[in-house]
């Protein structure tokens, strides 16, 4: 692979920070830990920052303490203050994010994120991701299939697949990491801020690069979607962009086509 190469040659390679977030994820975090540690890019700094679990998270965690750069054990204020955390920590020239219940499509995955990379004017790129089943991780139920950024389209609800969002880490350095008055959109929040106020220069990967189960904080009930997405339109609106409620609807609708898309390789 290209990194590969670059390696052989005695060239630097690009530094990937990983960071998962965790809180009584005994049941899926190991699949999450083999899963990065299975990755072929050849620098890869993994980050797991934990919310003082009282399952036997941390415990798992420890089997696997010879493959992680950091590890943290500690109350928070909730997912993303715990995603801060993270960033705060990492070392790496690029951050991105797995949740501890998701997983990379493959091994190539990070050799993808570095391609990207490899273009000096990117500052982020994102790619394709699926939704499985949380019992049958192998029935895929939505494909969140992106398409390259232009101008405008966060306003209209779009934003691209945040457990495949990769960024410098001197952007977050720069404008910030995830505001926490948004506990249920923050993610809405950093892409739209990023891409639509910053415009930073994005790449678009046209692969499926995770694999994410069902069952988010903002999509586990017909509440929590109407709560994210008035969360999404205050966001907006507290940075400047022009919406009307009419955006919530938009937001909605915009989710619409994952449910039909079809899986068409990675």
């Known amino acids: 692979m290209q990194e590969s190469a670059k390696l052989a040659r005695g060239e630097r390679t690009i530094r990937i920070s990983v960071i998962t977030v965790c809180f009584n994820s005994a049941a899926t975090i190991e699949d999450t830990l ?4 299975a990755q072929t890019h050849p620098d890869v700094e993994h980050i797991v920052v934990d919310g003082k679990s009282s399952d036997t998270t941390m415990a798992i965690v420890a089997r696997y303490r010879g493959g992680l750069a950091r590890v943290v054990s500690e109350p928070d204020r909730g997912v993303y203050d715990a995603m801060n955390k993270g960033i705060a920590l ?3 020239d690029v951050v991105g994010f797995l949740n501890a219940d998701d997983v990379f499509a493959d091994a190539t995955a990070l050799e993808s994120v570095a391609a990207a990379f490899a273009a000096p004017e990117v500052d982020a790129c994102y790619a394709d991701l699926v939704y499985v089943d949380k019992n049958d ?3 895929v139920v939505r494909y969140w299939k992106s398409n390259e950024y232009r101008h405008g389209l966060c306003r209209k609800g779009w934003m691209p697949a945040h457990p495949t969002f990769y960024v410098r880490r001197r952007v977050f350095e720069q404008y910030g990491g995830f505001d926490l008055q948004y506990p ?3 993610d809405f929040e950093l892409t739209m801020r990023l891409l639509e106020v910053h415009r930073i220069k994005s790449a678009y990967i046209p692969r499926i690069l995770v694999r994410m189960r069902t069952g ?4 586990n009930s017909y509440l929590n979607v109407l ?9 907006c609106r507290n940075n400047g962009i022009p919406v009307s409620p009419l955006f919530i609807f938009q937001k909605i609708l915009s ?5 039909f898309a079809r899986q068409v390789g990675k």
Do not use: C, D, H, M
Not at 216 to 219: A, C, F, K, R, T
Not at 255 to 259: G, I, K, S
């Open 255 to 259: 989710r619409l086509p994952q449910f």
């Open 184 to 186: 249920r959109q923050s």
């Open 90 to 92: 990492a070392s790496g």
């Open 227 to 235: 709560k994210g997405n008035l969360e999404a339109y205050r966001a």
């Open 216 to 219: 988010g904080i903002s999509n």
């Open 137 to 139: 991780t192998g029935r």
């Open 34 to 37: 083999r899963s990065v540690a």
